[in-house]
């Protein structure tokens, strides 16, 4: 399998404050990996240093073997982000049209691939309705139409459930499985659900300014060093394979 993004010996600080040290992982295509970790561990800034939207202070990033600064690519990636949870519902906007932002460069295609994304989602029926008068959930899915839109080979999510209630949250980590095990989209998710995403995610990566386990769920689950590094009840609760 291909590697299409990886980090190495990562750094990142906000002035004297180390907020990343020494991350390294790869990311192989087809993967479904969630990022979790306690606040303030640096998950977001990972991110967006890994996008190429911050330099790091030290280390290197890539996307599809190219260095993160300089990708410019962005057909090939979908990127959801805490915000899209702070949408204006005032502001005068359709599903449609919402959907169709998404979507460049622009072509004649349009129209076409907004119908496609929207049947795939099962959100048709609410085409012509405002996004502000959606539910929490209704609005994931149209946001993440919108970051579905182009197609694109990698799935980057910020807290993507923040603001879901336990049903929608588990709905919403439902449709990304099966957008990752139906068409191929590798995704990576920072999640706080720390209790739940071992039963939708293949891989875990455990951040605390470093990297504290990567690897599958079952690996963390049998692994003594994380037993030392978190207890056994917090270690199976991460694991979700006893549940």
């Not at 010996?9 to 969630?34: C, K, R």
């Not at 606040?39 to 890994?50: A, D, R, V």
């Not at 879901?164 to 995704?187: C, H, M, W, Y």
């Not at 209790?195 to 079952?218: C, M, N, P, S, W």
């Amino acid at each position: 399998m291909s590697v299409i993004l990886s980090a190495y010996d990562l750094g990142f600080s906000y002035g004297t404050e180390p907020v990343l040290q020494n991350v390294s992982f790869e990311v192989q295509a087809g993967m479904y990996i969630g990022i979790v970790g306690p606040n303030g561990s640096g998950k977001t800034t990972l991110l967006k240093t890994l996008l190429g939207f911050m330099q790091p202070s030290a280390g290197t990033a890539s996307l599809f073997s190219k260095d993160s600064s300089t990708f410019r690519d962005w057909q090939r990636i979908g990127y959801l982000s805490q915000k899209a949870s702070n949408f204006n519902p005032y502001f005068p906007a359709t599903v449609e049209e919402v959907i169709s932002w998404g979507i460049f460069p622009r072509s004649t295609q349009d129209h076409k691939k907004t119908e496609q994304i929207m049947e795939r989602l099962a959100i048709k029926d609410l085409r012509k309705v405002l996004v502000g008068k959606l539910s929490g959930g209704q609005q994931q899915r149209v946001f993440l139409a919108r970051a579905l839109v182009n197609a694109p080979e990698l799935l980057i999510l910020d807290e993507p459930s923040t603001a879901l209630d336990p049903a929608s949250r588990n709905s919403f980590f439902e449709l990304l499985r099966k957008i990752n095990k139906e068409q191929g989209v590798t995704i990576l998710l920072v999640t706080h659900d720390i209790g739940t995403i071992g039963e939708h995610a293949t891989q875990l990566l455990y951040l605390d300014k470093r990297v504290i386990f990567f690897g599958a769920f079952q690996d963390f689950c049998g692994s003594k060093e994380m037993t030392e590094y978190f207890g056994s009840v917090a270690q199976h609760m991460i694991c979700h394979q006893h549940h």
